[in-house]
């Protein structure tokens, strides 16, 4: 038996005043809908602005924390960074090999594995530090002082709830 093909549906194009008027639905009133498109507007700046798009926020992140915490275990970068065990090994590898962390083993627990800038790296911090700073007030300067702190306290009790 030969099955009846459904009836074809007219498909109507949306006009460009139509298209401009898209209805987000319950979009524009989602925390996350709305942190993902302001990181998105963040990342793109970045990766235009920052060692030419050749770090990443991640990069960027562990490198200053290694900076300010020398010696610092790959776990607890790991875990300031929220970023699992297997993509910080990776993570670090890239710094690594960049010439820029250099991992070593420490004395009292054989597993641990201190983490240091090289003179390389202390170099590339400082740069970075500098570009991430021009990246950071094009977007700061939207804000007065008291909004821009109070912005990043909401945020950071946002990612500090970790449920």
Known sequence: MKRKSPPKKSLTRRTASQAA??????????????????QIVLWRDFARTVADGEIRPG???????????????????????AIDKASMVGLID??????WIVRTRSQEDRRRQGLT????????????????LEHEQKFAALYSESERKQLVTLLRRLHDARP
């Open 117 to 132: 800038l090289t003179p390389a790296g202390e170099k590339m911090y400082r740069t970075l530090k500098r570009e991430m």
């Open 59 to 81: 990069m960027f992140s562990a490198i200053a924390l290694v900076k300010a915490n020398p010696g610092i275990a790959q776990v607890e970068l790991s875990t300031e960074l």
């Open 94 to 99: 890239r710094l690594e090999d960049a010439g």
């Open 21 to 38: 008027a898209i209805d987000a639905d319950i979009l524009p009133t989602l925390l996350g809908y709305n942190i993902r498109r302001a």
